[in-house]
């Protein structure tokens, strides 16, 4: 009896179609849907957020949601220490060795597991982040912003068993949803998300992630308006003696950025050799004492910078105000809290640039009311010197402050700040720095990016048959006469070997008198046999290919407990010639 196994014979789930054709990287169509998704799913989540946060702040503190300067001391002291009592019970309970979250986390989610998030990252960040925000840590909300979108278009992906390569795309759509929703600022959410994750731009992943920014932006206008976070008035450069003092704010906002990153790094290797709980405990008491002397460095400091932004300071208090904001930062981040570094690091940027423009007005008689344009210049310094991502700081302020006039001031202090902090400090990116004081690292290669951009299903061979080793003479002339590319051998009921189609024929012709074909013994190419799931990229099957030592993989999905179907078969060369062409 023959006893061959036919490919796509079987009734397929209804999304099957739909995974096959995103395996391919030009399913534009289907990846703008997605994106689209992502994006109104990830503005769903930070709109929740910000109300669960800003609700909690408004409830409980006096006045404005920010107010921590009119809260009590001995509340000012304790109130860090409570939050990260909680955050570390939590995460003692629930981590299961989850303790790097934020953008550094999507980014290595992205590098080596696919842009696979899971529901407990999600949950640890949305609470974590939540507490350490409204206990008044100094840390931002546009890292949490960044994962919990990342993780919304991640977790939205694996419950539709979608390609990998369609993951990415979606953890990167959401990424751009985190920034857009968090500022107002939907292309530099989109930029930064290109910047940071290192993807490369084409139309098929530029369009589902502008759509996405986009969505989660309407959503974020709706229900907070449309004004931005930090509103700033416009300014101009108004004269070529104006660019000395921006030329020396991107020194200084080079040289703070490169010791804000040294400072994260050295109290990040320091904490590891502490207990988790312990060292999240030990960031409370840090962030009580510096919230008990300069209470305008708790929590998020919106109010504060809005002060920079409209009005010089005096500059004996700003130099402690960065100080302080410094160190607490670092504290908090370096220590394990689970808040953000780019809310901080605009923060500063605003005192170094409040802090420029009084200089500049004492030593160069520049008018008092352009501390806000060197405010606002500061930001977009410390911003893209700390991030290694200068277009997305630019594009930032120029959303923020609507105004054209600050692209060319901006454009030169973002590139001195940039160069200092990389090349005279010799500095990588904050993530960069938080990832590997951590014990994690993260590269980005070109011919790697373009392999996960397809999934296994856009390269397989679909003309196969599986049959087992042993055959009649008339089953092996059916076979031949349909002409299959490729024969999937099977062992012990399971595929074990490939060989060409081609070869059954040629036996034939040769050996008319046989009677019974041994598919294991006639001449022919035998490549062993691997599995991938339909979900992998190209990437990780040629990963597969390394790690196991064959030559060939056979494509399958399980579609019931103990039953999966095959679905096609790739072989090294044909994983090459994708990135070769």
Known sequence: MPRRRPLIRRPRPSLEPLRLRLSHP??????????????????LVIVGFRLAVEGSQTSMLPLHGENYEALPLPLRLLLPLLGALLIGLLFMRFAQGIYVLGVARVMERMEYHQGHLSVRGFLLQFLGAAIAIVSGHSVGREGPHVYLGAASGSLLGQWFTLPNNSIRTMAACGTAAGIAASFNTPLAGVIFALEVLALEYSITGFIPIILAAVSANALSVAVFGSAPSLPVPPSLLYSFSDMLPIFFLGLFAGTLSAAYIQSLQSIARMGKHLDFFWRVCLAGVAAGGFGALVPEVMGLGYDSMRDLLTHPLPWTFLVVLLVFKLAATSTSVGLGIPGGTIGPALFMG????NLTGALATAFLGIEEGQASFYALLGMGAMMGASLQAPLAALTAIVELTHSPGVIMPGMLTIVVAGLTSSQLFGKDSLFLSVLRANGLDYRANPVVELLRRSAVGSAMNTRFVRIEGTLSREEAEALAGEGPDWIIVDKDGAPAYLMPGIAVASHLSQSPDDQEIDLLEIPADRLELTPVHLQATLQEALDILRASGTDALYVQRPIAPGIHHVY??????????????
Do not use: F
Not at 350 to 353: M, T
């Open 350 to 353: 605003a005192v170094i640039g």
């Open 568 to 581: 096609g078969v790739l072989t090294r060369g044909r994983i090459e010639s994708a990135y070769r062409y």
């Open 26 to 43: 030009d399913a534009l169509y289907w990846h703008a849907l997605l994106g689209l998704l992502t994006g109104v799913a990830a503005g």
